[in-house]
């Protein structure tokens, strides 16, 4: 059974994929008290110490101990444990947190690798967190449906500006999730339901940051290396099998030969009945 002195829990119902608030709250605790339920969470959730202190630590961390003003979060997937002091119990508010680009934005700022900020108090970071806060609270409307979501993002601006994270770190991050990508596109492109959309809900990743990452790797864009793959199979497959270009089509992703065709045309000039007979002339 959950014990608490006095706060407020309340989910919200939100179709935006890009950046949604999924619930949020506050809480004055019991001293000692800590979370028992699953600390390996599915989503983002942000605390805001209101007063008195606590500790907190997060898996690979050392336990760090923490008091108003400060911000710890609740990373996606990651097991963390945070406890109520004995003394001075804290009261926190929070804010759950999903969608493609949370990840994304979050990996702006140090908050991303060490899990907790000190006395933001006075940060512009905190200023935008709190009205997005006050901002759940209002009646449902478009226009407020409108103003939270430009808080989310106004939030996460001053989170990556005010506490910025470490370029080379970024860079890493940018470099592995190239690779994992390459490895999905390379590992799924025969299956038609592979596509730029799937992969970025693979990765937790905006269409926007992957795009980035490919362009300023491989100065393309993750479509086009997508097409590259499917198209030299397709080349590769008639010039040294005896497939009917629908089997082929369908063994580089395509539902259906005309689309295939068409894509095949674009890529190399040539409709895929005649690039095979060009290849076949070739090696008489």
Known sequence: MRLHMKGEYKTLNDTNLESRVLFFGK?????????????????????????????????????????????????????????????????????GLSGLKISTMLSGSILSSQHYLHQVQNSKFYASLQKLYEALHNPNSLTNDILIESLIYQTFYYLDTEYPAKLRKIRVESSVQLKMAIKYLHDNFDDHNCSITSLCHKLDISRSYLYNIFKHELNTSPQKFLIQIRMEEAKNRLKNTSSSVQQISNLVGYIDEFTFSKAFKRYTGFSPKIYRQMNKKSED
Request: glycine residues 8%.
């Open 27 to 95: 809480e004055s605790c019991l001293p000692n008290y800590s979370f028992t339920g699953n600390n390996v969470r599915q989503n983002y959730v942000i605390h805001y110490i209101i007063k008195g202190k606590g500790t907190f630590t997060s898996a690979n961390h050392s336990v760090t101990q923490l008091k108003a003003g400060d911000i710890f979060i609740l990373p996606k997937g990651v097991p963390c444990f945070y406890q109520a002091d004995s003394e001075e119990p804290w009261s926190y508010f929070w804010i």
